[in-house]
């Protein structure tokens, strides 16, 4: 009897949304506000492809793009950043993840995603306050590492400018800047921890945004450098709340 050929692969869904997204030599994603944009996608299971884009590429693409960055707070335009999102059937171009988040929400509402609360609120403001330094200073020296040559020399160009010293200078003092957060990292921890008796999440049973921009920081730490990250996750709830995002981190390009 003639073997049968097997039988043809089913052919990809076309992508609703290109993402665009931060390059690094690893060819994964590693922007924490990218992150929770991908996290919604994943979890949402949107069929997306994603472009990376080096540091001093950003600007120049997406204004070829024809993108309109947000007007910032003070009237002005932002600049160009990353994510941006192409949703492909609307031919809508969208930058910063707070807007699309909202986006995603709205035109893609099953599985619902809620994206504020009042817990979360509370933790999203004290993760911008308690820790933000020390977590910032042990993050941005080790980011360059795994930058292209090209996003090397904007980066450090960019920040130490900023900065007015060596990125590499941040590190003189980490461990005592990781001291006098402790406490509140601690604290910080236990809030995450709330509902645990209803579930992993920060809400309980279901994740809400506030789970992803949690998991987005950890997971960027985790590529930039694996001591940041075990460094974090020893906390309480820091740990759980990436354990319980993991399903939605698989695909990270």
């Known amino acids: 009897m003639t073997p ?31 992150w929770r944009i991908r996290l919604m996608l994943n979890y949402k299971r949107i069929t997306y492809r994603t472009v990376f884009l080096e540091f001093p590429d950003i600007e120049p693409t997406l204004k070829e793009l024809g993108v309109v960055p947000p007007v910032s707070a003070a009237g002005t335009p932002s600049r160009y950043t990353v994510p941006t999102i192409h949703h492909l059937p609307s031919n809508t171009f969208l930058m910063d993840s707070a807007p699309i988040a909202s986006f995603i929400e709205s035109t893609y509402p099953s599985p619902p995603l809620p994206l504020t609360s009042d817990l979360g609120k509370l933790i999203e403001t004290n993760a911008r306050s308690v820790g933000a330094r020390a977590f910032r200073n042990a993050v941005m020296p080790r980011e360059v590492r795994i930058l292209c040559p090209r996003s090397q020399e904007y980066f450090r160009s960019k920040r130490e400018a900023a900065l007015g010293h060596r990125l590499e200078d941040l590190l003189e003092h980490e461990e005592e800047e990781w001291r006098a957060v402790d406490k509140h990292m601690t604290a910080q921890g236990e809030l995450m921890l709330t509902n645990q008796a209803r579930g992993p999440f920060v809400l309980g049973e279901k994740p809400s945004y506030t789970d992803f921009f949690l998991a987005g920081n950890l997971q960027s730490a985790r590529v930039i450098d694996e001591g940041v990250f075990q460094r974090l996750v020893k906390y309480p709830g820091y740990g759980e709340i990436y354990n319980a995002c993991q399903p939605y981190m698989e695909r990270k390009d």
Not at 18 to 30: E, P
Request: net charge negative; proline share 23%; with cysteine.
């Open 4 to 34: 049968q050929p097997p039988a043809p692969a089913e052919p990809k869904p076309e992508p609703e949304i290109v993402l665009y997204d931060l390059a690094c030599i690893k060819n994964v994603c590693f922007s924490p506000v990218v």
